[in-house]
């Protein structure tokens, strides 16, 4: 599953005079999955159902 927007990486990448190879945005998808994993684990832990800044 993807979930991150290649255009709006492309924009902030562009926005600050960069490119963007094509391997980045694997990484970065993994990254923010990781992030979402342990996010949606501490709210199942916390026995809510709602993400929240703080689980980040």
Do not use: C, H, P, W
């Amino acid at each position: 599953m993807t979930l991150i927007v290649k255009k709006a990486v492309q924009d902030y990448a562009k926005m600050k005079n960069l490119q963007v190879s094509g391997d980045f945005y694997d990484a970065l998808d993994k990254k923010v999955e990781m992030l979402l994993d342990k996010a949606a684990k501490r709210t199942t832990e916390n026995k809510r159902k709602t993400l929240k800044s703080y689980d980040l």
